[in-house]
């Protein structure tokens, strides 16, 4: 028989997104090793359908447990996360959202853990609101972002973009730049100056930050991998492409993008 559950902790905040970001979030299982990367270390996909997910975690530090978990979708309304095998087997996560507006979700979360030793409950319930409020901050900024991202898209602007003399331009990259209302980053491959998207085909994650590796770019949400010179997808499939970035052109020591 199942140990009786004990309600550690009852976490609540509001996110400042709508619903609809948030259940994309909860469906997104594979962001969890990089945008919680501090927290999570690997995934595997066991299995994935309209009720949810199942997949083998790996736990930080280091090489921590790894644990099977599941997702299920119970409503609209409200979704349980159950750790089946691996540490703290049995625990239930159970979240509710609540939308608020176009922008603004409540969020409830009750841990449930089974087997809590006498007088552990609060101890264990500190640190489960620690690492929900940490989860919860990381899955915030990342929804925002792409909510903003996905506001401004098909605001086409200019189709040349002066960028001024070609050594203050060098001296200050990489920089982004906003073509045909979309940023692109201009970095220096070599000694080449070349143009990239800044958004990500994947969830439009950043890709602003990201450092260029052998002449890639590994987004930080999900660690999808993209050449930047051709904007072919290296890694973990080929199925995306960056967004057709536009040509650093130079003359008489100006430099512009055009389309190429
Ligand atoms: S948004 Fe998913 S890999 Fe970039
Ligand atoms: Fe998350």
């Given amino acids: 028989m199942a140990s009786p559950l004990t309600c550690v902790a009852i976490y609540e905040r509001p996110v400042r997104v709508g619903i609809e970001r948030v259940w994309e979030n909860v469906r997104d299982w594979e962001h969890l090793p990089w945008l919680h990367g501090g927290s999570f270390r690997a995934i595997d996909l066991v299995d994935e359908a309209d009720w949810g997910w199942k997949a083998r975690i790996g736990l930080q530090p280091g090489d921590g447990p790894e644990i099977l978990l599941e997702l299920v979708i119970e409503s609209d309304r409200r ?33 449930h853990v089974p087997d809590v030793p006498e007088g552990a409950a609060d101890r264990i319930g500190v640190g489960y609101t620690a690492l929900y409020t940490k989860l919860w901050d990381e899955d915030e900024e990342m929804m925002q972002w792409r909510s903003t991202q996905l506001a401004r898209r ?15 331009l060098r001296a200050r990259l990489p920089r982004v730049v906003e073509f045909a209302g979309r940023p692109f980053r201009i970095v220096t491959d070599g000694d080449a100056l070349l143009a990239h998207a800044a958004l990500c085909p ?59």
């Fill in 79 to 111: 979704y349980v996360s159950r750790t089946l095998e691996g540490a703290a087997a049995g625990t239930e996560i159970w979240t509710t959202l609540e939308p608020r507006g176009p922008d603004l979700t409540d969020v409830r979360v009750e841990f």
């Fill in 154 to 168: 098909g605001v086409a602007e200019a189709a040349t973009v002066d960028l001024g003399p070609v050594e203050d």
């Fill in 202 to 260: 994947h969830m439009l994650g950043p890709l602003d930050g990201c450092a260029v590796e052998d002449g890639a770019v590994v987004c930080p949400w999900h660690g999808y991998r993209f050449d930047v010179r051709s904007g072919r997808q290296l890694a973990p499939s080929d199925r995306l492409r960056l967004a057709p970035a536009p040509r650093v052109v130079v003359e008489d020591g100006r430099a512009r993008l055009e389309t190429p």
